[in-house]
């Protein structure tokens, strides 16, 4: 073949003034030009090639326009394309795309696959070399891999972790080396079986403590110079994460200061904009109540005690139970108790009621296993019931909600609200697009973080 670098006038004022192209000895082309920046640019474009580069003479017979022409010699490296390398990989096309993207997207990191020598309109080309290469190498890396544990293997990786100051505990390990944890189960029995195996007492290495300090390090100084570094850091400061994260930094503040908001309003920060808990009082436990109340919201001690467990249990603390609460705010503990005198009608009643608030009503019984109950007394199973309401069983009744738009009413975004309620992000877009229906409890905390009713959210 042959290649023939020339100057491109009609596009030298887009500054890509040069032109490379391959052809064959009677003069057909072979591969689509490319456009280069400079000459230099054009035959590195063929450096997987061993080219003889000249200029053109009188008997080339070229247009006066070639600056360079190359000869590949007949030995050159063969071609494949994307069809043949997914053969000589024993792939499927799609797979070899999804290793090409990957690849790229990290910028050709070595090992990963190899990158195209050329692109053309019909897809990327490699050498047959490149590919054959790429297979040989990952064969011996999977080799490589297939370790065959013995015990005497998982003690000496044991200790090149310790030798290496690597932690020792199960959970670490796992995430570092799940390879070694399974094997030390399989033959030692469990992952202190093998620690002691290796000479290496289990308790100390177990849930290594991130925030010792010796005896006497801590001062009001340093406790405060701590909450600072966290706060830059973009950590949280509640009570509650600062206890699991850095135990020692929270006894110790709440021994100087008295408690951790005190060592915290010391640096100069408000504590009621970082806690993560309300504080309860006898006025806002019945203030709550009545608004639920008032809400036909149910007040059930079962009902509460799941959905509201921080409710549930300042009623508890303030008046002794969730009745004496109900009572002081002035709601007859018998009119919300479940303690209904139930009749086939009042089923489907309550069923239809359930229907028409956009809650599955499989769902719902999944939830509520007293109404489960009822429905199996009455009917006998599920289906009865379903084929008394003319549903289907896994009909979900859905209609349009309104999250989304108290969502972003009250400024929070999806991944908020899910950490609020205790779903992820993806979830709570699947509700506010309808692809699932919101089960009740999900539909009560939601309308609660948003500070609505669940009427409004599905009207």
Known sequence: MLAVIRENHDYHSDGK????????????????????????????????????????????????????????????????GLAETAELLGWKKQQVQNYIKRAEE???PEGMFPEPIQRLASGPVWTRE????????????????RVKWSRELVIETIHKRAEDNKPLNYQAVVNDDEKLTGAARR???????????????????????????????????????????????????????????????????????????????????????????????????????????????DLSDKTISALNK?????????????????????INYEDVRRNTEWSKSKVIHYAKTIIDHNIKLSSYLWFDDNFQSVVTQYFGSNDALYQELSLNEDEAVPTPNNIKFFREKQGISQEELGKQIGLSRTSVGRYERNQLSTPVNVAIQIARVLNTTVEELFR
């Not at 590919?131 to 891999?145: A, D, G, H, T, V």
């Not at 709440?254 to 309860?280: C, H, M, P, Q």
């Not at 549930?312 to 139970?321: L, W």
């Open 17 to 80: 003034p040069i032109i490379l192209s391959l052809h064959d000895h009677d003069g057909v082309p072979a591969y689509e030009r490319s456009e280069h920046d400079t000459v230099e640019e054009a035959k590195a474009a063929l450096s997987h090639f061993d080219i003889y580069w000249r200029e053109p003479d009188e008997d080339d017979e070229v247009s006066g326009d070639v600056l360079l022409l190359g000869v590949i010699p007949w030995h050159a490296p063969e071609l494949v």
């Open 106 to 108: 990290k910028g050709w």
């Open 130 to 145: 490149q590919i054959e290469l790429y297979k040989n190498e990952r064969k011996q890396r999977r080799i490589q891999m």
């Open 187 to 297: 033959l030692f029995g469990s992952w202190d079986n093998a620690l002691i195996a290796a000479n290496i007492g289990p308790k100390t290495v177990k849930n290594p403590r991130v925030d010792m300090k010796p005896p006497g390090y801590w001062s009001k100084e340093l406790i405060m110079e701590e909450i600072r570094e966290i706060t830059t850091d973009g950590c949280y400061l509640s009570a509650h994460e600062v206890q699991k994260a850095r135990p020692k930094l929270y006894s110790s503040a709440t021994y100087y200061f008295g408690s951790w908001a005190a060592a915290v309003e010391a640096v100069g920060l408000d504590y009621k904009t970082i806690r993560k808990t309300n504080e309860w009082d006898k006025q806002k436990v019945i203030e709550i109540l009545q608004t639920a109340y008032k809400a036909n919201a």
């Open 310 to 330: 921080s409710l549930y249990g300042a009623a508890i603390n303030h008046f002794g139970s969730l009745k004496s609460a109900l009572e002081h705010a002035g």
